[in-house]
C-alpha cells in the first residue's frame, strides 16, 4: 500500500518551477478494503469546514490546482477542521511548504478558541485569558488558536521556528519529541508524511522515515508544554491531560503558503 502511494505521488511531475501539481484524490481498491477514505476529493471543502461558508465568510484556505492551500495574511488566521472526530487513527498526505513557511496537521484537539484583542500582550498570556473569558461570535478579523498535538511543518532553513531547536523543526511532534532526523525534501518539493495514533502512542513519519515515535503520556508531553505554558494554566492542563479522545484534526494556516493533497485516513482499533 505504502508502494501504491508513493508511486502515485511520484508520477506526479511539476512542468515549471514553482508550479503547484495537481493531486490524484483517488483510492485504490485495496486501499477501501483496509480501511482508508479520502479526506479530500481534490475538487470541494467535503468533508471540512468550508472557511468560506462561515459568517463572517473567512479566506485562510483556498483549492487550488487539486491541492488544499492555506492563504498567507488572512483576513482571518484560522485552522481548515475535518468535520468528523477521530480517535485512534492513521492518517496520510502529502505536503508542500513556501519558502520560509511554517504550517502543521493539529490532532486529539482539545480546544478551540479566537483570541481576544489585546494588542501588546504576550501571546501565551492572551491565549490563557481568551479561555477563561471567552469573546461572543466570529471576528471580521482576527485569529483562531487551536489546542492541541502538531505534526509540524516547516522550511527548518529560512523559517525562524526552526533555529528555535530540533522540537520545532519538520516532522516534530511540536515542542515534545524532536524528529531522528531532517527527512525533508527541498523546499518547492513534495513530502509524504504518515501519522499514526493509537492511544497514548504516536508516530510521525517523513518520506518514509519514522522521525517520532513516542507517548502522549510520556514526560516530554509536560515538560515540552511547561517550558511555554506555566504549569495548572489553561493550556498546560488541556494539552498534559488531554481528556477529550474523540477530537478533529486540521490542517494549520500560520500566516504563510502551504499545500496540501492526497489525503487519507482510515480509523485504527486497539
Known amino acids: 500500500m505504502w508502494n501504491a502511494i508513493r508511486m502515485g505521488a511520484l508520477a506526479c511531475v511539476v512542468v515549471a518551477a514553482g508550479s503547484v501539481c495537481a493531486a490524484d484524490s483517488q483510492s485504490t481498491a485495496r486501499e477501501k478494503a483496509a480501511g482508508w477514505q479520502l479526506l479530500f476529493d481534490g475538487k470541494s471543502f467535503a468533508g471540512w469546514e468550508d472557511p468560506a461558508r462561515k459568517s463572517p465568510p473567512g479566506d485562510s484556505f483556498v483549492i487550488e490546482d487539486g491541492c488544499l492551500k492555506a492563504v498567507a495574511h488572512p483576513r482571518i488566521v484560522e485552522d481548515l477542521f475535518a468535520r468528523d472526530t477521530y480517535s485512534d487513527f492513521e492518517l496520510d498526505f502529502d505536503w508542500k511548504i513556501s519558502p520560509g513557511g511554517n504550517s502543521g496537521v493539529k490532532y486529539r484537539i482539545q480546544d478551540r478558541v479566537f483570541l481576544l484583542n489585546r494588542p501588546g500582550m504576550k501571546f501565551e498570556d492572551l491565549v490563557n485569558l481568551t479561555l477563561k473569558d471567552r469573546p461572543k ?37 511540536y515542542d515534545m519529541f524532536p524528529p531522528s532526523r531532517d527527512a525533508t525534501r527541498p523546499v518547492g518539493e513534495w513530502n509524504h508524511s504518515r501519522l499514526v495514533a493509537r492511544g497514548e502512542h504516536v508516530e510521525h513519519w517523513l518520506n518514509g522515515v519514522k522521525v517520532v515515535d ?3 503520556d510520556a514526560p516530554e508531553v509536560a515538560r515540552g508544554t511547561g517550558a511555554r505554558w506555566s504549569a495548572g494554566s489553561p493550556v498546560y492542563e488541556l494539552l498534559v491531560k488531554h481528556q477529550r479522545k474523540f477530537c478533529q484534526i486540521s490542517l494549520q494556516n500560520h500566516d504563510t503558503e502551504a499545500w496540501f493533497r492526497n489525503l487519507k485516513i482510515r480509523r485504527l482499533a486497539r
Not at 528555535?164 to 523543526?169: E, L
Request: hydrophobic share 30%; no cysteine.
Open 137 to 173: 461570535g466570529r471576528p471580521e478579523r482576527g485569529q483562531e488558536y487551536v489546542i492541541g498535538f502538531e505534526y509540524q511543518l516547516l522550511d527548518n532553513a529560512r523559517n525562524p521556528d526552526g533555529r528555535v531547536g530540533p522540537s520545532h523543526q519538520a516532522g516534530a511532534l
Open 214 to 216: 513516542g507517548r502522549l
